[in-house]
């Protein structure tokens, strides 16, 4: 029988973490223990507990790692302080679609298993969820100088700016296999959505 690979080494948590990603998001996480995870990284059981307090806390550091890779993406495309660039939305809407393609079990877990799962997992959505929601209004700024918006015009660009987030979140899941618009073209969708943001965006 192989020996498991000590608890101590550094990359044994991120080993970890990677392989919770996984399991979760194939099982869930209440059909998931802390042997499941063991078993799939190759450690022995005290080696998660070495590393985190139980399943809940490693439930929270895989959203958590698999949120901070779409912030990544997103800021690799759009950074923060970046002018008023509408077209970024195009380019963060194909990084994302790229990055959701490319990591089948990561964003199985952010779409169909991180809200409220735990209470840190919440958590970690609201703030996620709150960052996009502030860096979208980017994408209504045409940065012309103009005057403070109106409060009229404020509270249609906020609706305009969930609304886009909100969808943008929304069709990844529905497009997973099992899906209702599983079957439907990825190319078709990926224009849909580009064709929905920028009505969304022209209304403000």
């Known amino acids: 029988m192989a020996t498991k690979l000590p608890a101590h080494r550094p990359s044994r948590r991120d080993e970890i973490v990677d392989a919770a990603i996984i399991v979760f998001a194939r099982q869930g996480f209440v059909d998931t223990s802390i042997s499941d995870i063991a078993e799939a990284a190759d450690v ?4 998660v507990y070495y ?4 399943k809940e806390d490693l439930y929270g550091a895989a959203v958590g790692k ?29 990084a994302v679609w790229e990055w959701v393609d490319e990591n089948p079990e990561p ?32 994408y209504l700024n045409d940065d012309s100088g103009s005057d ?8 249609v660009a906020t609706l305009a700016v969930k609304t886009l987030v909100d969808v943008m979140i929304a069709i990844h899941p ?22 929905l943001s920028t009505r969304l965006i022209l209304s403000v």
């Open 44 to 47: 022995a059981v005290t080696a």
């Open 51 to 54: 590393h985190f307090a139980g």
């Open 66 to 94: 698999v949120l901070s890779s779409v912030d990544e993406v997103v800021a690799s495309v759009r950074a923060d302080d970046a002018p008023g660039d509408r077209d970024a939305l195009f380019r963060v809407i194909d």
């Open 107 to 138: 964003a199985t877990l952010m779409h169909l298993h991180t809200p409220a799962a735990t209470r840190q997992a919440a958590q970690l959505r609201r703030e996620f969820d709150d960052l996009h929601s502030r860096r979208a209004f980017a």
């Open 148 to 155: 403070v918006p109106s409060p009229q015009r404020l509270g």
């Open 174 to 195: 529905m497009r997973m296999p099992g899906g209702p618009l599983s079957s439907c073209s990825p190319k078709a969708l990926r224009a849909a959505i580009k064709s």
